[in-house]
């Protein structure tokens, strides 16, 4: 079972700054890219930025590029999003999961993900 665990939402007001957390329990992270997906309320869960599993390699969402970055410690077993500049629209729930490959279907289900508000 691929289960991610995210953390680090929070309120934030505009312009403001979060950094999330993807950690894996009982596996590696090592072999997969991981992604990091939003759902707003209403909305459908979208893709936000997606690293390699060497960390090479990364791809973000128009909407938030320059603005956000993804990166990975797999020594620590874990994968950031490091979200700068925040905006109300950025207000979501944001999740992470597994990939063979950043163009991959996900692998495993669903975590609880981890609620991100952007409000004065």
């Known amino acids: 079972q691929l289960q991610l665990v995210e953390s680090g939402g929070g309120l934030v007001q505009p312009g403001g700054s979060l950094r999330l957390s993807c950690a894996a329990s009982g596996f590696t992270l090592d072999y997969y890219a991981i992604g990091w997906f939003r759902q707003a309320p209403g909305k459908e869960r979208e893709g936000v930025s997606c690293?390699?599993?060497?960390?090479?390699?990364?791809n973000t969402a128009r909407s938030v590029k320059g603005r956000f970055t993804i990166s990975r410690d797999n020594a620590k077993n874990t994968v950031y999003l490091q979200m700068n500049s925040l905006k109300p629209e950025d207000t979501a729930v944001y999740y992470c999961?597994?990939?063979?490959?950043?163009?991959?279907?996900?692998?495993?289900?669903w975590g609880q993900g981890t609620q991100v508000t952007v409000s004065s």
């Open positions: 999961a597994a990939r063979k490959g950043c163009l991959s279907p996900i692998l495993g289900s």
């Open positions: 690293i390699s599993s060497s960390g090479d390699s990364t």
